[in-house]
């Protein structure tokens, strides 16, 4: 059966802070991992990563891939309050898109 | 981004009626189209997966006669809740799958709140 962990669950931090999120992973058919971002609604798209050690940048975000040790981080500096949702990790397999979520990471930041 | 829309957003309804979910996407062709139910502060959880022009493939423990689920066209999946009950309250999200080769990952839909009165 597929698995996807993400650590820590809750998180709490400061605006300023630099924070990493964890996702491993153990799935059959790995495609590729997605990073998402939920706020109140439905989730948003962050990160799509298939290679290792490719790092993916967008502003203040940035995710990396490690396919021998099977995990992923997500790293968020200078974090703000509008950083504040949960982070969903997510691997597709090969089975024509299934994914498969973690139980996500709630991250707060406070001003 | 791609976008893919839900319909519609909310719906409160009385225990024993049965409520449409539509789910399209708005500028590609989405050949598999996903449903999962979120219940608070808990992650995704997959119902079932929707291939246009079969018949939807369900996970364990989902059952299909109660959540109907119909890909009629590339475009739009439907899933439809039949003879509510108070614990199916809850929020639904579909997802449809890009297979492109620069993106390949699923986009979702804004969701939609189901209350059962």
């Known amino acids: 059966e597929d698995k996807v962990v993400q650590s820590p669950l809750s998180l709490v931090v400061h605006e300023g802070d630099t924070v990493t999120l964890n996702c491993s992973y153990e799935?059959?058919?790995?495609?590729?991992l997605l990073w998402y971002k939920q706020e109140k609604k439905a989730p948003t798209f962050l990160f799509m990563l298939?290679?290792?050690?490719i790092e993916k940048k967008s502003g203040r975000l940035s995710s990396i891939l490690d396919k021998k040790e099977l995990f992923s981080i997500l790293n968020i500096t200078a974090t703000q309050t509008g950083d504040s949702a949960i982070y969903l990790c997510?691997?597709?397999?090969?089975?024509?898109?299934?994914?498969?979520f973690g139980d996500g990471t709630t991250l707060t930041v406070k001003p | 981004g791609a976008v893919v829309s839900q319909h519609p957003s909310r719906v409160i309804c009385k225990s024993g009626t049965s409520v449409k979910i539509e789910c399209r996407s708005l500028?590609?062709?989405?050949?598999?189209m996903f449903w999962y139910r979120q219940f608070p502060k808990q992650s995704l959880m997959l119902m079932a997966t929707?291939?246009?022009?079969?018949?939807?493939?369900?996970e364990q423990g989902v059952e299909k006669d109660k959540f109907l689920i119909n890909h009629a066209s590339l475009t739009l999946s439907t899933l439809t809740v039949t003879s509510a009950h108070p614990e199916d309250s809850s929020f639904y999200i579909c997802?449809?799958?890009?297979?492109?080769?620069?993106?390949?990952?699923?986009?979702f839909g804004p969701g939609t709140r189901l209350t059962v009165l």
């Open positions: 997510a691997v597709l397999n090969t089975n024509a898109g299934k994914s498969t």
């Open positions: 929707s291939n246009e022009g079969s018949k939807a493939t369900y």
């Open positions: 997802s449809a799958y890009h297979r492109d080769p620069s993106t390949d990952t699923q986009y």
């Open positions: 500028d590609f062709q989405a050949t598999t």
């Open positions: 298939t290679s290792s050690g």
């Open positions: 799935v059959t058919n790995f495609r590729s």
